[in-house]
């Protein structure tokens, strides 16, 4: 399994743009990946995905403000978040799964969002 490291969070205020990065420590060629959050209190969530062959997937909370990416000879993905509200405050997760693979797969230590003024 690669090892994944997020980065790009941080401070914005709303109706801002932050560009989140995943960095994996080997090929994700093979590999389904997604984007989740975490807000105090509730359950992790599926932001947005992208499959091996780059078919994407949202939440309906973002679609329209979010856009998932990937670049395979980086071996990064990537999490464009525009028109940002405080809603969307949250702990941001890289999960990568091999897509061979049923269950299971590799989780991001996570990046902090926060959305406010």
């Known amino acids: 399994q690669v090892q994944l490291v997020e980065s790009g969070g941080g401070l914005v205020q709303p109706g801002g743009s932050l560009r989140l990065s995943c960095t994996a420590s080997?090929?994700?060629?093979?590999?389904?990946m997604g984007w989740y959050r975490q807000a105090p209190g509730q359950e992790r969530e599926l932001v947005a995905s992208?499959?091996?062959?780059?078919?994407?997937n949202y939440a309906e909370s973002v679609k329209g403000r979010f856009i998932v990416s990937r670049d395979n000879t980086k071996n990064m993905v990537y999490l464009q978040m525009n028109g940002l509200k405080p809603e969307d405050t949250a702990v941001y997760y890289c999960?990568?799964?091999?897509?061979?693979?049923?269950?299971?797969?590799?989780w991001g230590q996570g990046t902090q969002v926060t959305v406010g003024s």
């Open positions: 999960h990568g799964r091999y897509k061979y693979s049923s269950s299971g797969g590799s």
């Open positions: 080997g090929s994700i060629n093979f590999y389904h």
């Open positions: 992208i499959t091996s062959g780059s078919t994407t």
